[in-house]
């Protein structure tokens, strides 16, 4: 057994503070963000979590991350839904990933080809997120569109997962009983910062890039 879930948590603290902070984090968090901007962000995500999802798929009997492959935690089908919702059944030709987006990809793509185990890092910093902060954030977003049950949300709902706490509890043990070298610890902790740094960046150049929704 290691202590990997303290040392996560600790160890982005910092990280995780500014990324609350940031401009668009501290909009949403007082009811202040536009439609457009949530939904330029689903859309950056789309591209960031179809990545991810396929990397992970792709070393799903790597004897490491098989130990911590939830596919009940996948988000791109559920953000497909919420980009048809926003931008109607051609969603596809109205979203392109900002170069923030683009870069984070480029980082995935990067990690699968060379050190597929530090994808473990990007794993824990979105979805751990999204079974956290995410889910007050769902609320907000419910209340300031006017949205109603599931509609346009469905990025922050785990149906497969019925107790998110719970859920939270066992990921922690899982990545505690990962059997792991000091040294590549490390290079989680260090992984999952930039993995901080990389969703800053994207949260910071919402606004630039994207179609203007007009649903
Ligand atoms: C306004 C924005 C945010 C709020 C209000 C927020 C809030 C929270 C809260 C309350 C927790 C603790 C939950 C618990 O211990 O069960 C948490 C955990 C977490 N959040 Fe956030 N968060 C925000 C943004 C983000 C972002 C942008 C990311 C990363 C992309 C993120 C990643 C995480 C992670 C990885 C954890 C798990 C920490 C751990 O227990 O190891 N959060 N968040």
Redesign the pocket.
């Known amino acids: 057994m290691t202590n990997l ?2 040392k ?2 600790l160890g ?1 603290q910092q990280s ?1 503070s500014n ?2 902070h ?1 401009g668009f ?2 909009n ?2 007082s009811g202040g963000v536009s439609r457009d901007s949530f939904c330029q962000l689903l859309s950056n995500l789309y591209f960031v979590y179809s990545q991810l999802e396929s990397e992970l798929q792709c070393h799903q009997t790597h004897p490491i991350i098989s130990k911590i492959y939830c596919p009940e935690l996948n988000r791109k089908a559920n953000l497909e839904k919420d980009l048809t919702f926003y931008y109607g059944e051609h969603w596809p030709d109205n979203i392109t990933p900002s170069p923030a987006a683009q870069a984070y990809v480029s980082r995935l793509r990067e990690l699968s080809a060379t050190e597929p185990v530090l994808l473990i890092a990007h794993a ?11 889910q ?2 769902k609320k907000i977003a419910q209340s300031i569109f006017h949205l109603e049950e599931h509609q346009g949300i469905c990025f922050y709902e785990f149906d497969e997962i019925p107790d998110v ?1 719970e859920f ?1 509890n066992q990921y ?1 043990q899982k990545l505690n009983e990962l059997i792991l070298s000091e040294d590549l610890q490390d290079e989680i902790v260090a992984e ?1 910062n930039n ?2 740094t990389l ?2 960046a994207m ?1 910071k150049d919402l606004g630039e890039t994207q179609t203007p929704v007009t649903v």
Not at 124 to 129: C, E, K, L, S
């Open positions: 879930a303290e996560l948590k982005t995780h990324a609350e940031t984090m501290k949403f968090l824990y910093t979105r979805y751990m997120g999204d079974l956290s902060g995410g007050s954030l706490n939270k922690r999952a993995a901080f969703n800053i949260l």
